[in-house]
């Protein structure tokens, strides 16, 4: 064969083959699945974050908030959707420990990791006006007065409901734990007097505290918040204990490497446009970048450390 007919050949076939999933994505808008009720943390983040990409991806980001299950309507939708880019998941804490309190249809390997955007400590808020103005004086009360004291989260399995179970165990309380379908309807609830507390992290109910509103009697943090340096965290308060959550992006499992890349450039830079910033730290949000490698570890890490968790709040 001469080498005009090779070349000829060849010309064909890559015609036929067409470009590569890298040379034509995105030609049309994106979207990221939120698997919770608008208002919450994962949805004001990750609305924010899409608004400050779309003009690095070149193409429009929707965020689509899909409630229910304590976040495993969303995650299932997204895990089972074609693994083309265009449609994502905030692939957050809960992922890496839903499946194993309840049977599910998705873990955290049904997500190729994208980018992890936060990681924010969580709280306990109550009403500025709550009869109880610090940690121990919730605690007093609650063991003298087992389950009476009612704790909203953002859906039954979730990562703040997770950590509230967490915390009353070590604690030495017994919490009544009232399931939403996201932070936003959570922090509704607490305003209105419907549940006497909830179990959040950073934006949720933040707005509320810095105008009164609100307090935040339990911080479960490392540090105290730069934004609320009166803050003490439980550890100083008499209570050995930390735990937060992260929050970042994933494509259904299969999506192409050079897809998940484009993505992941996108998105990090995102994370560096001045407004996003200005925003997060509005909100009070602790950004924390991972790029694919090491988010997909944090996730595999999580996993094992919360099936652990979840056996031994069981007991």
Do not use: C
């Given at each position: 064969m001469s080498y005009a007919l090779r070349i000829v050949l060849l010309g064909l076939a890559l015609a036929i083959s067409g470009p590569s999933p890298a040379q034509k994505f995105p030609s049309k808008e994106v979207q990221i699945i939120i698997p919770y009720a608008p208002g919450g943390a994962t949805d004001l983040v990750f609305r924010a974050l899409a608004a400050?990409?779309?003009?690095?991806?070149?193409?429009?980001?929707?965020?689509?908030?899909?409630?229910?299950?304590?976040?495993?309507?969303?995650?299932?939708?997204?895990?089972?959707?074609?693994?083309?880019?265009?449609?994502?998941?905030?692939?957050?804490?809960?992922?890496?420990?839903?499946?194993?309190?309840?049977?599910?249809?998705?873990?955290?390997?049904?997500?190729?990791?994208?980018?992890?955007?936060?990681?924010?400590?969580?709280?306990?808020?109550?009403?500025?006006?709550?009869?109880?103005?610090?940690?121990?004086?919730?605690?007093?009360?609650?063991?003298?007065?087992?389950?009476?004291?009612?704790?909203?989260?953002?859906?039954?399995?979730?990562?703040?409901?997770?950590?509230?179970?967490?915390?009353?165990?070590?604690?030495?309380?017994?919490?009544?734990?009232?399931?939403?379908?996201?932070?936003?309807?959570?922090?509704?609830?607490?305003?209105?007097?419907?549940?006497?507390?909830?179990?959040?992290?950073?934006?949720?109910?933040?707005?509320?505290?810095?105008?009164?509103?609100?307090?935040?009697?339990?911080?479960?943090?490392?540090?105290?918040?730069?934004?609320?340096?009166?803050?003490?965290?439980?550890?100083?308060?008499?209570?050995d204990f930390t735990m937060g959550q992260w929050r970042g992006l994933g494509a259904p499992r299969g999506t192409p490497p050079e897809v998940v890349k484009i993505l992941h450039d996108a998105f990090r830079k995102g994370m560096e446009d001045p407004v996003f910033i200005k925003n997060a730290t509005d909100m009070s949000v602790a950004l924390a970048y991972l790029g694919p490698v090491e988010f997909g570890k944090l996730m595999a890490d999580d996993h094992q450390r919360y099936a652990k968790l979840v056996a031994e709040i069981k007991k």
């Amino acid at each position: 064969m001469s080498y005009a007919l090779r070349i000829v050949l060849l010309g064909l076939a890559l015609a036929i083959s067409g470009p590569s999933p890298a040379q034509k994505f995105p030609s049309k808008e994106v979207q990221i699945i939120i698997p919770y009720a608008p208002g919450g943390a994962t949805d004001l983040v990750f609305r924010a974050l899409a608004a400050s990409s779309q003009k690095y991806l070149g193409q429009a980001i929707v965020v689509v908030n899909r409630a229910g299950g304590g976040g495993a309507v969303g995650f299932t939708e997204a895990a089972r959707a074609k693994p083309d880019g265009y449609t994502l998941a905030t692939v957050i804490t809960p992922v890496t420990i839903l499946p194993h309190q309840v049977k599910t249809a998705f873990t955290y390997e049904s997500f190729e990791p994208i980018i992890n955007v936060v990681q924010d400590p969580a709280m306990l808020q109550v009403r500025a006006d709550a009869p109880w103005k610090n940690l121990a004086e919730l605690l007093d009360y609650a063991r003298a007065n087992p389950g009476m004291i009612t704790v909203g989260n953002s859906g039954a399995g979730g990562g703040v409901h997770l950590i509230a179970l967490a915390f009353e165990k070590k604690a030495g309380v017994r919490f009544n734990h009232i399931p939403f379908a996201g932070g936003g309807p959570s922090v509704t609830a607490l305003l209105g007097g419907h549940v006497h507390a909830v179990s959040v992290s950073p934006p949720e109910g933040i707005p509320h505290v810095k105008a009164g509103k609100l307090r935040i009697v339990a911080l479960f943090s490392e540090k105290r918040m730069p934004d609320f340096p009166d803050v003490a965290t439980v550890r100083e308060q008499g209570v050995d204990f930390t735990m937060g959550q992260w929050r970042g992006l994933g494509a259904p499992r299969g999506t192409p490497p050079e897809v998940v890349k484009i993505l992941h450039d996108a998105f990090r830079k995102g994370m560096e446009d001045p407004v996003f910033i200005k925003n997060a730290t509005d909100m009070s949000v602790a950004l924390a970048y991972l790029g694919p490698v090491e988010f997909g570890k944090l996730m595999a890490d999580d996993h094992q450390r919360y099936a652990k968790l979840v056996a031994e709040i069981k007991k």
